[in-house]
């Protein structure tokens, strides 16, 4: 007798009411709802056991799989593959006591799984040393329920956890990982790869309990060339090398896929393992400033480019730049160099050099509207069509934000250009028939697929003459 007939057999006798068929209809439902690929007829009459109060009281063994795991499960066994894991944190117990927690994300050849390791066991000897892809064996740990009704294995006084050196047919991290373009909205658990594109940016904010939060921003292009946004909640620029070139390759284990302001968007957390191509020593950059704007807080953002017409966004917050003009050629020794953005402050080294001819002006960069594509960056030179209009509007979270917008075009087409906050009050000046010229822009995708650019915080607007 295999053993989820002994498992229907045994809710049969504890069920009287119940008929075979009833429950066979019933493990129909619970495949159909969770999904046939996660969720074996074993587990799901688990599962159907606790719906009516029911324990079977049936340990799962070491060769069943993740999917298997329900809610109650108790002194389980199993073999898997690391895919992250967070630093211990401790925390206060009502009774003002401390204790440890650890979380982990493990995976098999069909699933992966949440693991909390709890009070001793988050720190256990040689726990540091685990990395990503290594095998681990889980003994009897118990499984709980998380705050959206998946299992969640833990690991306890009575459990442990050892990493093994077995043979294994469950895969490695190289295996699972997936290029940006090959990822889909509702996936989790996720190791993903891709390339840099454009900057990366730290985000300080306070969250919706009044605490402070922090997060990590990028863009990672795939293969087919098109770039996804990236927010990695609880993560800092201490984490990332201080030299990350342009189109350096990035995996980050243990992330999903959601829906943002902007599209499908990664979102990953504090468990989030970043594995990005760099190195500690940032190098020098030689590049033509090309505009220079001030933000709110008095730092200049200078929009830069070197002789291979690559952008830089270059954030001053040594006041290092301020006896240089547009137009000057200039030699960095940043702090920080991640893809396109530049960090300079009191560590940093800047010089004038002389002219270069190799190293492009303005009027060699800017782009005709009609050559604009998606995610790309621009200086454009066109003429006001119609009077900028600004709005305010409402975000999700009830704040409200200025958005600016005017219609411009040039000898090749027409285009919307918009501000968010700050930068809507550059638009606002603006005026019908004037021509204008723009620098630092990015271009996003619109309503209806049409292309429209946004003023950054690196974007200048002087008017022609």
């Known amino acids: 007798m295999s053993e989820s007939e002994n498992l229907l057999n045994k809710l049969l006798e504890q069920k009287p009411e119940l008929t075979r068929s009833d429950i066979e209809e019933m493990i129909k439902q619970k495949k159909e709802k969770i999904g046939a690929g996660y969720l074996t007829d074993q587990g799901a009459i688990f599962l159907i056991a606790s719906d009516f109060g029911i324990s079977l009281s049936e340990p799962l063994k070491v060769e069943m799989g993740l999917k298997d795991l329900y809610a109650g499960a108790k002194e389980i066994s199993l073999e898997t593959r690391v895919l992250n894991m967070s630093p211990a944190k401790q925390f206060s117990r009502k009774d003002g006591s401390p204790f440890y927690l650890r979380t982990m994300t493990v995976y098999d050849n069909n699933s992966t799984a949440s693991v909390k390791l709890w009070d001793e066991k988050a720190n256990l000897p040689g726990i540091e040393n685990i990395k990503p892809g290594d095998l681990i064996k889980i003994i009897k740990a118990y499984v709980k329920s998380d705050l959206n009704g998946e299992p969640t294995i833990n690991i306890g006084s009575g459990s442990n956890l050892e990493p093994i050196s077995n043979e294994s047919d469950i895969p490695n991290i190289d295996n699972i990982t997936k290029d940006v373009s090959e990822i889909k909205e509702g996936q989790k658990d996720l190791a993903v790869s891709g390339m840099i ?20 921003r990028m863009r990672l292009k795939g293969k087919d060339g098109n770039a996804m946004r990236v927010v990695l909640w609880g993560k800092d620029e201490s984490e990332i090398p201080n030299m990350i070139s342009q189109d350096a390759k990035v995996r980050l284990l243990g992330v999903k896929v959601r829906t943002g302001n902007q599209g499908i968007e990664i979102h990953g957390n504090e468990s989030t393992i970043i594995d990005i191509e760099g190195g500690k020593e940032a190098e020098p950059v030689i590049a033509r400033i090309i505009s220079i704007a001030t933000n709110e807080t008095g730092n200049k953002m200078i929009l830069g480019v070197d002789k291979d017409k690559k952008l830089f966004n270059i954030s001053d917050f040594s006041n290092s730049t301020s006896v ?21 402050d009191d560590n940093s080294f800047v010089r004038k050099l002389e002219e270069d001819e190799k190293i492009p002006n303005l009027s060699k960069l800017r782009t005709k509207i009609d050559d604009v594509k998606v995610d790309g960056n621009y200086c454009i030179e066109a003429i006001v069509l119609k009077v900028p209009e600004r709005r305010e509007v409402q975000t999700k979270s009830g704040e409200s934000i200025a958005l600016a917008e005017m219609f411009v075009e040039d000898d090749t087409g027409q285009i919307w250009v918009k501000g968010w906050r700050n930068q809507s009050r550059l638009i606002e000046k603006c005026e019908l028939g004037e021509i204008i010229s723009i620098t630092g822009l990015n271009a996003r995708a619109g309503l209806e697929g049409r292309i429209e650019l946004f003023l950054t915080a690196f974007s200048k607007i002087t008017k022609k003459n």
């Open 324 to 344: 240089f003009n547009e137009g000057d050629i200039i030699e960095l020794m940043p702090s920080k160099v991640y893809g396109s953005s530049v960090t300079l």
């Open 197 to 216: 594109d454009g900057m990366i940016s730290g985000m300080e904010f306070t969250n919706s309990r009044g605490q402070p939060g922090k997060a990590l």
